[in-house]
């Protein structure tokens, strides 16, 4: 490991350090490994299934009529995400944009829509209208929402959710911790939710915004009864390729709900060229079980390098992985900020540029971020972000090969402590 001295400044002692890290790495390492190979034989095979050739990897234009490469990749990615269907359309402009297509489609005014564990995303609050007035949200429409908090322990509170499901015509699960510091949930676990949900309210739909959740896991929530799964393709599902985009997976008539609030009622799926973006979008989910994997292990190697400089990570490098990220409490804002320093400056993109705290809209503190992306926004690349406020944590997500992950979390180390 030390010949990459030869390219980067880094401490002896972090290097040293790093080295028994990556050993201590290597058995969890294995398990990833293990979930990608299936994953990428889960999405090889139905890339041979569908007879995916040269054709389906140009597209249309215009009204978008008989896009094979469109309408195919759909069934492609159905069978990825273990779904019955999906609407897969580089015209969702975020995964915020696909999760409100999703709840727009299948909510109908007098609806009720009950989130299940905590508070959803910052992003949803002002598509259900917790926060924001004169937007166009579900609530504005007449479509009442409740929320069930998770336990102290940052769990799903079964018999509070048993309670407030029964007449919901939703109910929506988080994957992935977003920004919060609860645990995400395992496909496991969102299977024990369901069925909790199901014993009492069998025609409530189960909705999981499945963001940074995709392929880190053999299953995704739909093998084990969601509804509805939802995500971006700037995150794992567009494996670092993809431009733009997101999905919706799930039950066909559901999807078929979606596809009708993204166009128009009446054209639905049938219209939406795909410009030149079909080859982009088969590569990303080509690539993206082994490009997930590659952040999952920056994320495993950032937990134990951290804890052994004598950090607090969450979730520690051998637990369970529900999703690609890691916060780490860096307990002051000098250190929170070369953090982001020396991980923007082992990004591809703006490594010579150093990121400053600034007061983001929305936010109570400023923020501050380091991203250098070949794709603007694309989290699946390294990048890092934290509110400057205690515990000064950093939550770490991407890395689009282990290579340069594991450089960016060096560097990252290597800067809290080269003026130490
Ligand atoms: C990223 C993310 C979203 C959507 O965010 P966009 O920036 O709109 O793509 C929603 N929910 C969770 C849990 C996320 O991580």
């Not at 259900?128 to 769990?155: C, N």
Request: glycine residues 10%; proline residues 5%; negative net charge.
């Amino acid at each position: 490991m030390n010949d990459i001295s030869k390219f980067f400044d880094i401490s002896p002692r972090i290097l040293e350090l790093a080295e028994r890290c990556e050993e201590k790495c290597r058995p969890v390492f294995e398990r990833v490994d293990e979930i990608a190979a299936y994953n990428e034989a889960k999405v090889l095979s139905s890339f041979g299934r569908h007879r995916i050739s040269a054709a389906h990897l140009t597209g249309t234009t215009g009204y978008g009529y008989d896009d094979l490469g469109r309408d195919t990749l759909d069934k492609v990615f159905a069978d990825a995400l273990d779904a019955e269907d999906a609407l897969v359309r580089h015209n969702f402009v975020s995964g915020t944009h696909a999760l409100t297509v999703a709840l727009f489609g299948v909510l109908r005014t007098g609806d009720t829509m009950v989130a299940v564990t905590g508070a959803p995303y910052d992003t949803l609050e002002e598509v259900i209208g917790i926060r924001g007035e004169k937007t166009g949200s579900l609530k504005e429409f007449g479509i009442d929402y409740k929320q069930v908090d998770l336990t102290p322990e940052g769990t799903p509170d079964i018999p509070a959710i048993k309670e407030a499901v029964k007449s919901a015509k939703l109910a929506h699960i988080q994957r992935s911790r977003g920004y919060a510091t609860r645990p995400s949930l395992t496909v496991e676990k969102i299977g024990e939710v369901i069925a909790a949900i199901r014993e009492v309210s069998p025609e409530t739909i189960i909705f999981v915004d499945n963001c940074y959740g995709e392929f880190v896991e053999k299953q995704e929530p739909t093998a084990v009864g969601a509804d509805l799964i939802v995500g971006s393709l700037i995150k794992n599902a567009g494996g670092g390729i993809a431009q733009t985009g997101g999905y919706i997976a799930g039950r066909h008539d559901l999807v078929e709900l979606c596809g009708y609030r993204l166009t128009s009622p009446g054209i639905g799926r049938e219209a939406g060229p795909s410009l030149d973006q079909n080859r982009s979008m088969y590569l990303g989910l080509f690539f993206a079980p082994s490009v997930t994997a590659s952040a999952v292990k920056t994320a495993i190697f950032a937990s134990a390098l951290f804890d052994e400089l004598g950090f607090d990570s969450t979730p520690k490098f051998d637990a369970p992985r529900a999703d690609i990220i890691t916060s780490i409490a860096l307990g002051t804002p000098e250190n929170l900020c070369a953090f982001c320093a020396g991980i923007q400056s082992g990004s591809p993109i703006d490594a010579f540029v150093t990121p400053e705290p600034w007061a983001m809209p929305g936010y109570g503190d400023p923020v501050i971020m380091a991203a250098g992306a070949f794709t603007m926004g694309a989290s699946i690349e390294l990048s890092a972000d934290g509110p400057l406020r205690e515990p000064y944590a950093v939550w770490l997500q991407g890395g689009l090969t282990w290579g340069t992950g594991k450089l960016g979390v060096l560097l990252a180390a290597n800067s809290i402590f080269k003026d130490k």
